[in-house]
């Protein structure tokens, strides 16, 4: 099964839309870790409905006008990732959760490290939050895009206060 993709320019460097079957199936970074996704075979299309949508509502969120996405979204994954990336999508624009929250929420709350290694295989970015989810001590922890991406998205949304663990 293909998929189409475009790219677009934003403030946390290019992103990769993905579609498949008429629904986001990605949002990857520009410096993507090999295989965190699989995608399957790629082709680009920059007049596919769903992403020149998404690249708007993404535009629109980069601008501070947009705090919720309305995209039909294509997760690929586990029954647990699927769980996780679920919770994902009801952390509000502008609050986080640590990932023993995140555990809870799906009822398994000795899963904190999978929800953590849920949470890194996300492969819709941004709009499945999981720049939201911090660790424990309330700073900030790995991100696919980067800690600088995921600081920036967190300003951007009105928490800059969360600090950067090394």
Request: aromatic residues 8%.
């Amino acid at each position: 099964m293909s998929s189409s993709f475009t790219l677009m320019a934003s403030p946390v460097g290019t992103l990769t839309l993905v579609a498949r079957n008429q629904r986001l199936a990605a949002v990857l970074w520009e410096h993507e870790r090999e295989n965190r996704v699989c995608l399957g075979e790629l082709q680009r299309d920059d007049d596919h409905p769903l992403l020149r949508e998404t690249a708007r509502q993404l535009g629109e969120y980069f601008a501070g006008t947009r705090q919720r996405f309305e995209l039909a979204l294509d997760f690929v994954g586990t029954e647990f990732q699927r769980q996780v990336w679920a919770a994902l999508l009801t952390i509000p624009f502008g609050e986080t959760r640590s990932y023993s929250e995140i555990a809870r929420q799906i009822g398994n709350p000795s899963a904190v490290r999978a929800v953590g290694a849920a949470n890194g295989r996300n492969p819709i970015s941004i709009i499945a939050p999981c720049h939201r989810v911090i660790g424990a001590s309330g700073n900030l922890t790995g991100f696919a895009g980067g800690l600088q991406a995921k600081q920036y998205l967190l300003a951007l949304e009105g928490r800059q206060s969360l600090a950067l663990e090394w």
